[in-house]
Structure formats: C-alpha cells, structure tokens
T-cell receptor, first 117, second 110 residues
C-alpha cells in the first residue's frame, strides 16, 4: 500500500536558519504530493502541493519539488521565522486512471519544528 | 467559498460513555468527506470517508462509526468510548486536488 516517510523530529532551529524536512513516499500509482502545516491547537492547513513530476510547489517562502526518480518531496525554506514553529505533514493522494484524485490522503508521521529567536 | 465547521471544539468524556462529533460543510455540494484522528505525538490516521449520503467506508476497524445523514453533514459516533479514543479528530472535505480541514475536536477520555 501507499506510505509516506518523514524525517524524524523534532527539529529545532534558530531564526533565519535554513530548513529541510525530508519526505519520501511509496505509491502504486501516480500520486499528487502535499505538505500540510498544523499550528499549535489548530487544524491542518495546506501549505503547498505538486501534482506531477518536476513540479515545484511554493508558498510563504517554503518550497518542495516532486522528484519521481527519488520518490521524494523534501520541504525547504531558506530563512525560518519563529512564526514557522508548527508540525509539518507530508502527504500523498493517489490519482485515478482518469487523472482525478481519489481524495484519500496518506500522511507521514509529522515533523515538529521549533524556531527560537 | 467553502468552509468546514466542527463541534464541539473540545470534549472530555468518561470511559464507556457515548460520543457524537459533528462536521458540516458549506459552499459545496456532494463533497467527499473524511474523518481523521491524530493521537498525541503521532500522525494522522484516516478513519472513515464518504462519497455521498449514506455511503461510508471504514479504513480502520474500531469501536467508532460514522454516518452521513445529509449531503453536507458527517457524524462520528461511538456507543462506548475507550481511553485509546482520546485524540484530535479532524474532518476534511476533498476539493479538486487537495483536502480542506476543519478546525478539529480535541477529545479526552478519562
């Protein structure tokens, strides 16, 4: 079955440091890939997505590139802020033969990021 | 625009008591709806999904059940809660390419 593996956390950084959170996946089909963010006490918000190989998703300074050859979707940010402290989830959604998503998401275990001033 | 409501926001229940969590969606029709659970310190686990009224698929066997009495209403229930049912319950709606999540319900079973 499908699975998503994220780098172990927690990750603790100083403000303005470079961030990488690794994510690799296994899937039988041709999935769409997502990063979701969960701020303390809140639900999940979509951070960025990519739907095909070599697509780069970006939002709020975060980027991730869909790498089919390495089955990866690593999240990066050049300079983190204290406000980026949250839990980050990598996820995939299988796509049907017609190109539409089945909608069910498979999540990684989440990576806790703490940024200190 | 589409919005998802969940209530209650927080809930503390004794072991063995019943449960009913409600999720409603506005601004769309015939949505695919999902219930996820996030246990403390762990990732999200898909519990149920529904593609239409009365249509429920269970991903993980457990003492929880789900129902979809109306197009935009999705309910998570239990007849008798267990301690292991504690967690953060999230309802989600599937858009064209991704899912929108509700604010969640934090359930503590004592």
């Amino acid at each position: 079955g499908d699975s998503v593996t994220q780098m172990e956390g927690p990750v603790t950084l100083s403000e303005e440091a470079f961030l990488t959170i690794n994510c690799t996946y296994t899937a039988t089909g041709y999935p769409s890939l997502f990063w979701y963010v969960q701020y303390p006490g809140e639900g999940l918000q979509l951070l960025l997505k990519a739907t095909k190989a070599d697509d780069k998703g970006s939002n709020k300074g975060f980027e991730a590139t869909y790498r089919k050859e390495t089955t990866s979707f690593h999240l990066e940010k050049g300079s983190v802020q204290v406000s980026d402290s949250a839990v980050y989830f990598c996820a995939l959604s299988e796509r049907g033969a017609g190109g539409t998503s089945y909608g069910k998401l498979t999540f990684g275990q989440g990576t806790i990021l703490t940024v200190h001033p | 625009s589409q919005t998802i409501h969940q209530w209650p926001a927080t809930l503390v229940q004794p072991v063995g008591s019943p449960l009913s969590l409600e999720c409603t969606v506005e601004g769309t029709s015939n949505p695919n709806l999902y219930w996820y659970r996030q246990a403390a310190g762990r990732g999200l686990q898909l519990l149920f999904y529904s593609v239409g009224i009365g249509q429920i698929s269970s991903e993980v066997p457990q003492n929880l059940s789900a129902s979809r009495p109306q197009d935009r209403q999705f309910i998570l229930s239990s007849k008798k809660l267990l301690l292991s049912d504690s967690g953060f319950y999230l309802c989600a709606w599937a858009g064209q390419n991704w899912q929108f999540f509700g604010p969640g319900t934090r359930l503590t079973v004592l």
